[in-house]
């Protein structure tokens, strides 16, 4: 919720300069998103479930600081529309939520049906022995980043030009040559991980900043497409196959995790001014 957060505070400082310019924010890449003129938040989540909502008129403090929205999830917002849904469904005869989400998967053209999510821990979180231990967590650690380096280094290489969606999609078909590539979109760093985008899914890694854990993300209109792909990465060491270093320069490799925190402080110092 801090990067949730992070958008809405510079929505609100460009609403207060000048309300009848379009808000204009940035993704972590650079990419402009318009949200328009007095823009509003309808939903913001995160993949725990926890949700903020916002009004339809700007939250206006006894100071007189306007807000779109609260800056933290809450629970009584999530049970009060809960509540309001329910209602609305027994009324109209539509008594399954289950139901009713089916058909707004059908009527909105949804294509993440199915959401999973895979958490690797990469140690061994039962040894007594407090310098085991630490030692362990060490070896995970390691283990975390060079999962990471190695898909970080492929969305680099695609953004900066130096490597194309082909050679990627060759790069991952051979380490992984139970998965199919073929509709890969794009190869992207997202701020905290890599997001793997393909035609009608997309798979993320995201690597825990505090602990030596791993985690996977997918979602899509096809379940056991989505096992295989968290199955398959939440087995994988890091290693690399012999195309890689034909396809990711070597020096990028060896520095990915620093550029990748560089383009990501940049991002929040641009969104803080």
């Given at each position: 919720f801090k990067e949730i957060a992070t958008v809405m505070k510079f929505v609100e400082r460009r609403m207060k300069e000048d309300v009848s310019k379009d808000v204009v924010v940035k993704d972590v890449f650079g990419r402009e998103v318009n949200l328009g003129k007095d823009p509003r938040l309808v939903f913001a989540g995160e993949e725990s479930g926890g949700m903020v909502t916002g009004p339809e008129k700007l939250i206006v403090s006894g100071k007189k600081r306007a807000a779109i929205s609260m800056r933290e999830k809450s629970a009584g917002e999530g049970s009060v529309l809960m509540a309001g849904l329910v209602a609305e469904l027994f009324e109209s005869g539509k008594v399954f939520l289950s139901d009713a989400l089916e058909r707004l998967f059908v009527e909105r053209?949804?294509?993440?049906?199915?959401?999973?999510?895979?958490?690797?821990?990469?140690?061994?979180?039962?040894?007594?022995?407090?310098?085991?231990?630490?030692?362990?967590?060490?070896?995970?650690?390691?283990?975390?980043?060079?999962?990471?380096?190695?898909?970080?280094?492929?969305?680099?290489?695609?953004?900066?030009?130096?490597?194309?969606?082909?050679?990627?999609?060759?790069?991952?078909?051979?380490?992984?040559?139970?998965?199919?590539?073929?509709?890969?979109?794009?190869?992207?760093?997202?701020?905290?991980?890599?997001?793997?985008?393909?035609?009608?899914?997309?798979?993320?890694?995201?690597?825990?900043?505090?602990?030596?854990?791993?985690?996977?993300?997918?979602?899509?209109?096809?379940?056991?497409?989505?096992?295989?792909?968290?199955?398959?990465?939440?087995?994988?060491?890091?290693?690399?196959?012999?195309?890689?270093?034909?396809?990711?320069?070597?020096?990028?490799?060896?520095?990915?995790?620093?550029?990748?925190?560089?383009?990501?402080l940049d991002y929040l110092v641009g969104m803080n001014r």
């Open positions: 053209k949804i294509s993440g049906k199915f959401d999973l999510r895979k958490d690797l821990v990469l140690y061994n979180q039962a040894e007594f022995d407090p310098k085991r231990l630490r030692e362990s967590m060490k070896e995970g650690e390691k283990l975390r980043d060079r999962i990471d380096s190695f898909f970080l280094s492929l969305a680099f290489s695609l953004k900066q030009g130096k490597a194309s969606l082909e050679l990627v999609k060759g790069v991952l078909a051979e380490r992984f040559p139970s998965l199919s590539f073929d509709d890969l979109v794009d190869v992207v760093f997202v701020g905290d991980g890599s997001y793997l985008k393909f035609e009608n899914k997309y798979i993320e890694m995201r690597p825990s900043g505090t602990e030596a854990k791993f985690r996977v993300y997918g979602s899509g209109n096809d379940l056991e497409d989505i096992k295989r792909f968290l199955d398959c990465f939440a087995v994988f060491d890091g290693s690399l196959p012999s195309s890689y270093f034909d396809v990711v320069d070597k020096a990028l490799y060896e520095g990915v995790q620093k550029q990748a925190e560089k383009v990501y």
